[in-house]
């Protein structure tokens, strides 16, 4: 009788995890390694004093594929961020919405001084010429190469003004690809402003890291073994025989020391070296790591760096930006400040305010030196009225959030089945830097297994 064949998933972010459900679901017997005490790679949330702090600023595009195919986003009880933004700059606060899915905003938005009135007529255009783009990633990031170009190219190409650009698009786009210059590829433009356009951003009431507490949950439902505090050290794929060995030993959480506080835990593996050999392995480790275990040189390891800081707001203040993110268009201070216990309550205890700042690069200033620049910037925006000191709670000083996308990057991505023999690739590297790209290359890692080991 044919032995069920033996898979390893080496990595527990979402790309890892959505992998071993896939592969449990096939029919083969899976363990996933995660280095950590908790699964969810980049996405974690760390629980302290009644308050949940994010690893770094994360949230749910609902319109993702990915997210409703692998996700139960009711089972999440997600909290949505209104749609648009509020744009800030000293002594001046002004709204930016979506009059049809928030008309009592209309009126703002239509008077807006931020944004000029053919600015206006030119987000309505795009939005009808993009619109249906969120429902196939794959051909927006799979499209001519010559026409992929620059974030402010592709605005500056459409008649975008330079007003709209720098005060709107650069700190809201900075937020999401760690890059205020806009130098990175339009295709990551193109596809969330789609998804934008139809879909909520939320997070989930217990925070992001109850993203992949489901996803391992999942995982387990079907047969897959997690298993954490495991550090893999070697994978060696010997041809003679086609299969695998995996040499690993217990490895520490040593990113931030924070894996007393994170959201949820796993099983401890239990010590010591060991050699694993099995029929195929699926590396599913962040890229640095992934490159080292594969040799695969076509990883992208320049990495994109940042800063996002917590603060309890003094008293009861509040800032009042109906669940917007407050973004700074003057370039100076932080890309953006969120309104967390605003749009979710349960990331604080009753009658208190939780905000965050998010500083993009490597930054040198001390935690107490951030936060006097983020007090500047707040008291700048709201003259009217004190706002209330900042108390920082919680930094996170994250120096690989995501991998560099300039133009023509998606053509040079490796792919699932690059690394030598029965070992494949799973990580939002072998896609886009998004939640969309982890979950969708762990499906298509797990799919390329099973294929394989069909024949």
């Known amino acids: 009788m044919q032995s069920t064949p033996r898979v390893l998933v080496v990595g527990g972010g ?52 990915a997210v409703q195919r692998e996700l139960d986003l009711e089972a999440l009880d997600l909290r949505a961020f209104a749609p648009g933004a509020t744009i800030a700059r000293p002594g001046h606060r002004s709204t930016l919405s979506d009059p049809l899915r928030e008309p009592r905003a209309a009126l703002s938005t239509l008077l807006n001084p931020d944004i000029t009135v053919g600015d206006k007529r030119r987000v309505l255009s795009l939005w009808r010429e993009l619109r249906g783009r969120e429902h196939d990633p794959d051909a927006v990031f799979a499209a001519d190469r010559s026409e992929d170009t620059t974030i402010d190219q592709f605005l500056r190409d459409r008649g975008f003004s330079d007003r709209f650009r720098e005060r709107f698009v650069a700190p809201f786009y900075g937020g999401i690809t760690l890059d205020r210059s806009l130098s990175t590829s339009s295709r990551v433009f193109e596809y969330t402003f789609a998804a934008l356009a139809s879909g909520s951003t939320a997070v989930p009431a217990a925070g992001m890291g109850a993203i992949p507490a489901q996803l391992a949950d999942r995982a387990r439902a079907v047969g897959a073994t997690i298993e954490t505090g495991c550090e893999v050290e070697t994978i060696e794929y010997r041809e003679r025989d086609e299969t695998v060995t995996v040499s690993l030993e217990d490895g520490d959480d040593d ?6 506080d994170s ?12 050699n694993r050999d099995v029929d195929a392995v699926i590396v599913a480790a962040d890229p ?9 040189s076509a990883i992208p390891t320049e990495g994109r760096a940042s800063t996002t800081q917590y603060y309890r707001l003094s008293g009861r203040t ?55 620049r983020t007090q500047a910037a707040l008291e700048s925006w709201y003259p009217e009225r004190a706002v209330g000191e900042l108390e920082p709670v919680h930094t996170e000083r994250i120096e690989f959030a995501q991998f560099a996308q300039p133009p023509g990057v998606y053509e040079r991505l490796p792919d699932v089945r690059d690394p030598e023999g029965p070992v494949y690739l ?24 099973l294929k394989d080991l069909s024949r």
């Not at 590297?429 to 290359?441: D, F, H, K, L, V």
């Open 14 to 65: 979402l790309a890892g995890l959505v992998a071993a459900r896939h592969l449990a679901g096939g029919g083969v017997t899976v363990s996933l390694l995660e280095r950590r005490d908790t699964v969810g790679g980049r996405v974690r949330t760390i629980e302290r004093d009644g308050f949940r702090f994010d690893r770094g600023f994360q949230v749910l595009f609902t319109a993702y594929p």
């Open 263 to 274: 959201h949820e835990s796993d099983d401890n593996h239990d010590g010591g070296t060991a």
């Open 255 to 260: 990113n931030n020391g924070d894996s007393d």
């Open 426 to 449: 799973a990580g939002d590297y072998t896609r886009w830097s998004s939640i969309q790209g982890a979950m969708e290359s762990g499906r298509q890692a797990a799919r390329a297994v």
């Open 288 to 296: 640095p790591t992934a490159q080292s275990l594969t040799g695969v």
């Open 318 to 372: 509040t800032l009042n930006t109906g669940r917007r993110l407050l973004l700074n268009a003057s370039d100076d201070g932080p890309v953006h400040v969120v309104p967390h216990s605003e749009v979710a309550p349960e990331y604080a205890p009753p009658d208190e305010t939780l905000l965050s700042a998010t500083y993009l690069g490597h930054r040198e200033e001390s935690d107490q030196e951030l936060t006097d």
